[in-house]
């Protein structure tokens, strides 16, 4: 995992460390640095975990000081928006786009680079209004802080296995595969459909999914559950009544 500086970070950083040291960057290293040094900006699996921790906390920061509507008017809220989404929280995204749409930012990224006036942006009191009646919905799961710790975590526990773009034993077109110790999640394709295979114990459980709207966010959210209980050693007992509960749930 490289670093702001080009470092590579010890593979026994731990997330609470890793944590503040992006807390501190942010306040630090201005954004242009952030993206000279880490990928292109996407929604694929792979993309930097630093460099979605470090728009999640940009963002953090911008709400200690001004209001949510002001913070969402931000020229880089599309990547604001892409990190949630990025960590499994769609729900999050989601009110952001629509206080986004309601709210446009003054400065819109041109098409080519660069970033232009938005003339079309009018905003009257109503805006702002309707606006922070939406945000009250926001942070439901937790705070930002909270949310990027968590995230952290598991990138740093699960391992991203070299599978991607191949098929599996049962020609299953692989998009994303993960493990941590003895347990196993994937996304995986079957002609038009898409599905999460995880696998508990040597079980597999197969969820119903839909690529693009929220198998990220299942797939965040069965490995947070998951490599919790598995750190808490549960008996034999306990660990059928959580795989019971935690994929019936979610089907």
Not at 198 to 216: Q, R, W
Request: hydrophobic share 35%; net charge negative.
């Amino acid at each position: 995992m490289q670093w702001i500086d080009g470092r590579e970070l010890t593979e026994n950083i731990t997330a609470e460390t890793l944590f503040e040291m992006i807390c501190s960057a942010v306040s630090e290293h201005p954004i242009e640095k952030w993206k000279a040094v880490y990928t292109p900006y996407s929604l694929e699996h792979n993309t930097d975990p630093i460099y979605v921790s470090l728009w999640l906390l940009y963002f953090d920061s911008l709400l200690t000081e001004s209001d949510i509507c002001d913070c969402v008017r931000n020229s880089y809220i599309m990547e604001i928006r892409q990190s949630f989404r990025i960590i499994g929280d769609n729900a999050d995204a989601e009110i952001l786009e629509e206080i986004n749409n309601i709210l446009p930012p003054d400065m819109i990224l041109f098409p080519g680079g660069g970033y232009i006036s938005n003339f079309l942006a009018e905003i009257t009191d109503k805006h702002y209004a309707k606006g922070r009646m939406l945000a009250q919905k926001l942070f439901q799961k937790g705070d930002i802080k909270t949310l990027v710790k968590s995230y952290l975590k598991r990138r740093l526990h699960w391992k991203l296995l070299d599978t991607r773009f191949t098929l599996d034993n049962d020609e299953n077109f692989i998009i994303r595969e993960e493990e941590y110790k003895d347990y196993r999640i994937s996304v995986k394709l079957k002609n038009d459909s898409c599905f999460l295979e995880c696998f508990t114990e040597g079980i597999s459980h197969k969820i119903p999914c839909n690529l693009d709207k929220n198998s990220i966010e299942l797939f965040e959210k069965i490995q947070g559950e998951l490599e919790d209980f598995i750190d808490s050693k549960g008996t034999v007992t306990e660990k059928e009544t959580f795989y019971r509960n935690l994929f019936s749930n979610i089907i």
